[in-house]
């Protein structure tokens, strides 16, 4: 089983600043079949990046992806008042397929 | 626009089987194009892979849960359903129904190659395993 880490457990920045998340893998994933999520209390995750770089659908442009093999990195460039909430990794290349454990991104 | 709904019970005693079921709208579950499936979320574990399923009806399974767990397919009524048998407290949790569709490209052998990202998500329904 991979396993994904994710560092900072917890970021505290303003608003405005710049966000790095880091997500180290156990074993190298494909990183086609890497991606990152936005989760907010009480709702369900929301896809951000797929193809460890590839913004979905309606996901502004501050937020981008990066990575490949072990190291992937989330960066969202400006934050703004949304942004703070929980960021997870995911792996679906290799069975069984696996999240990080998550990095809340707080205001400072 | 799709938009996917969890339903069932909200609490399951130890031993006996979880079920729910996921109501599809805004497009057919026997789309060629999309995967269906299921994540569960625990205060313990955080997020997991629960399954997988094609309009094909093949399925892909967490090993830790494959001998407890059938994900089926309801085409009659744009529904996807789950079971998981012989439950604990280690399967309390919020259950999420979840969309997957590809990307593609092609490979220096001109193979096409696809990649099923989650995208689309429900609301999740929490299930509580207890007596």
């Known amino acids: 089983e991979i396993v994904l880490t994710q560092s900072p457990g917890t970021l505290s920045l303003s608003p405005g600043e710049r966000a790095t998340l880091s997500c180290r893998a156990s074993?190298?994933?494909?990183?086609?079949?890497f991606a990152w999520y936005q989760q907010k209390p009480g709702q369900a995750p929301r896809l951000l990046i797929y193809?460890?770089?590839s913004r979905a659908t309606g996901i502004p442009d501050r937020f981008s992806g990066s990575g490949s093999g072990t190291d992937f990195t989330l960066t969202i460039s400006r934050l703004e008042p949304g942004d703070f909430a929980v960021y997870y990794c995911?792996?679906?290349?290799?069975?069984?397929?696996?999240f990080g454990q998550g990095t809340k991104v707080e205001i400072k | 626009q799709f938009h996917l709904e969890e339903s069932g019970p909200g609490l399951v005693k130890p031993s006996e089987t979880l079920s729910l079921t996921c109501t599809v709208s805004?497009?057919?579950?026997?789309?060629?194009?999309?995967?269906w499936g299921w994540i569960r979320q625990s205060p313990g574990k955080g997020l997991e892979w629960v399954g997988t399923?094609?309009?094909?009806?093949?399925?892909y399974y967490n090993p830790s849960l494959k001998s407890r767990l059938t994900i089926s397919l309801d085409t009659s009524n744009n529904q996807f359903s789950l079971r998981l048998n012989s439950v604990t407290a280690a399967d309390t949790a919020v259950y999420y129904c979840?969309?997957?569709?590809?990307?593609?490209?092609?490979?220096?052998?001109?193979?096409?190659?696809?990649?099923?990202?989650?995208?689309?998500w429900g609301k999740g329904t929490s299930v509580i395993v207890s007596s």
């Open positions: 979840v969309r997957r569709t590809p990307e593609s490209d092609y490979d220096n052998s001109g193979y096409r190659n696809y990649y099923y990202h989650v995208d689309v």
């Open positions: 399923i094609y309009y094909s009806g093949t399925t």
């Open positions: 074993q190298s994933v494909n990183s086609r079949l």
């Open positions: 193809g460890a770089s």
């Open positions: 805004g497009g057919s579950i026997t789309s060629e194009s999309c995967y």
């Open positions: 995911h792996q679906y290349g290799s069975s069984p397929e696996t």
